[in-house]
């Protein structure tokens, strides 16, 4: 968990900051010199790096004492924009650089959510011309399902651990396909047929089993080298990034606006 203050290098000028000063229970954790500890966060190629603290935490009527997050002082120019004043980590405890235990993770460890469950709902404004940057729209539930905003069953699946830690929300998949109607990407478990999918018209081969992140939303899409290499090799331009950005791709959209040929993605069995 991380929060921009106000003497934050390029933090985004509309977002609110956390004022130290204003609060009566933060501690600076500091290291064996008395000095505060630094702590940087990377995302990608994108990074935040600040002061180590412990604070009284509380979302929507859960609350947690002595939680541990980063005051950040300093962050790359793209990383934040618009209102967004911080992230609040969904992942496990194996993942935190700060080295604590993550706010929803005490929580559920504690007995204290009614179930130990997490889901969202979105908004979708796709097509609006009306809408702005941001909006409003969306739930998150924590410690349960809002059974009034999906029908059908849900399915479970165990978490796959790595080295017997759990770090991301990793599950095994075979597959992946796009529902048309309203552009979802869909994960399909072992049990599902389908092992492929079709990029501009040609069939990309997916292995027959692997393992997949659940993710509510992310600048990022990884997967297997051979794969990914696949998938870029149709898209017209791309080509692969060199230093700070080996193993990513990069393409011009400019070819895509000229030409007035959409990239024309799907996935099929």
Known sequence: MWISTPNCTACSPDAPDFNSTA???LQIALNSTDQPVRVTISYGSESVAGDLVRDTVAVGGFQVEQQPWLRVDRITTSLESGSTSGVLGLAFEALADTGGTPFWQTLADSGRLAAPEMSFWFARLIGDPNASTEEFGGIFTLGGRNQTLYTGDVEFSPLVTIDGRKTYWLVNVSGAYLIPQDLRLAICYPHASISGMRVNGKDITLPSS?????????TLIGGPPAVISAIYAQIPGSQPLSGNLAGYYG???LIFLLTKSPLDISFSP
Do not use: K
Not at 210 to 218: A, I, M, P, Q, Y
């Open 23 to 25: 609060s009566t229970t």
């Open 210 to 218: 692997g393992v997949g992140v659940v993710e509510t939303g992310t």
């Open 251 to 253: 393409f011009r959209m």
